[in-house]
C-alpha cells in the first residue's frame, strides 16, 4: 500500500487558522473511520492530536479539529499559536490489518 | 502517569538480529494493545507492528513480515521486537506505543531507541 498524501509545508499567521489535509484511497481513509493525526516537534516522540477521524484526547486544545470526506480526512487549527509549530502527521487503518502514514506536514507558524 | 521505555539501541549489521523492549509502567498493560512504529532519520512515521491486549492477536507492515516478531510478557509489564535479518533501511528510531481503544492508533508514546544497521 502507498503512504498517504499530506502537503509538504503549510504556513499561517498567529491567530489565523490553517488546514492539513490527508488523501488516501477507498482502501483506507474511505472506508475505515480509523484516522489519526499527530504532532512531533524536533527530536521528540509525536502526540496524539486526533483519533477516530474527530475525536480529541483529553488535554488537547478544542483549537484542534478533524473531518474525513471520502478518501481525504483534514486536520483544522483554528487560533495559531507559536507552539503549534511542528510537522503533522495523519495515520489510517488500512485493510487487512496495518496502518498507513501521511508524509508528514511541517507547519510553520509566521 | 503513562511510561514506555524502550531499550536495546545498537548498531549490528546488515544479516543481523536485534531485540528491541519497552517497559510500561502508569496504566494496567494488559489492557491495552501495544504497537511499534519507526522512523528512519529526517523521515516520516511506518507501522511497523502491532499486538493484541492479550497477545492473541499480531500484525506487520510488509517490509517486515517474516522478519520481524512482536511479542508481550503481561506479567513483566514489557513489549518486544525480536529483529531479525536486519537491512539498512531497517535503520531507524523505533518507537514502542499504546493503543488506543479501537486498537488503530498511539495515545502515548515511549522516547524511541535507534537502530543502525551497518556493516
Known amino acids: 500500500q502507498s503512504a498517504l498524501t499530506q502537503p509538504a509545508s503549510v504556513s499561517g499567521s498567529p491567530g489565523q487558522s490553517i488546514t492539513i489535509s490527508c488523501t488516501g484511497t477507498?482502501?483506507?481513509?474511505?472506508?475505515?473511520?480509523?484516522v489519526s493525526w499527530y504532532h512531533q516537534r524536533p527530536g521528540k516522540a509525536p502526540k496524539l492530536m486526533i483519533y477516530?477521524?474527530?475525536k480529541r484526547p483529553s488535554g488537547v486544545s478544542n483549537r484542534f479539529s478533524a473531518s474525513k470526506s471520502g478518501n481525504t480526512a483534514s486536520l483544522t487549527i483554528s487560533g495559531l499559536q507559536a507552539e503549534d509549530e511542528a510537522d503533522y502527521f495523519c495515520?489510517?487503518?488500512?485493510?487487512?490489518?496495518?496502518?498507513?502514514f501521511g508524509g508528514g506536514t511541517k507547519l510553520t507558524v509566521l | 502517569e503513562v511510561q514506555l521505555v524502550e531499550s536495546g539501541e545498537g548498531l549490528v549489521q546488515p544479516g543481523g538480529s536485534l531485540r528491541l523492549s519497552c517497559a510500561a509502567s502508569?496504566?494496567?498493560?494488559?489492557?491495552?494493545?501495544m504497537h511499534w512504529v519507526r522512523q528512519a532519520p529526517g523521515k516520516g512515521l511506518d507501522f511497523v507492528s502491532a499486538?493484541?491486549?492479550?497477545?492473541?492477536?499480531?500484525y506487520y507492515a510488509d517490509s517486515v513480515k517474516g522478519r520481524f516478531t512482536i511479542s508481550r510478557d503481561n506479567s513483566r509489564n514489557t513489549l518486544y521486537l525480536q529483529m531479525g535479518s536486519l537491512r539498512v533501511e531497517d535503520m531507524a528510531v523505533y518507537y514502542c506505543?499504546?493503543?488506543?481503544?479501537?486498537?488503530?492508533?498511539?495515545?502515548?508514546w515511549g522516547q524511541g531507541t535507534l537502530v543502525t544497521v551497518s556493516s
Open positions: 502508569g496504566f494496567t498493560f494488559s489492557d491495552y494493545s
Open positions: 477507498s482502501s483506507d481513509v474511505g472506508t475505515y473511520n480509523l
Open positions: 477516530d477521524v474527530s
Open positions: 495515520c489510517a487503518y488500512a485493510r487487512p490489518g496495518t496502518l498507513l
Open positions: 499486538i493484541s491486549a492479550n497477545g492473541g492477536s499480531t
Open positions: 506505543a499504546r493503543g488506543i481503544a479501537s486498537f488503530w492508533g498511539f495515545d502515548s
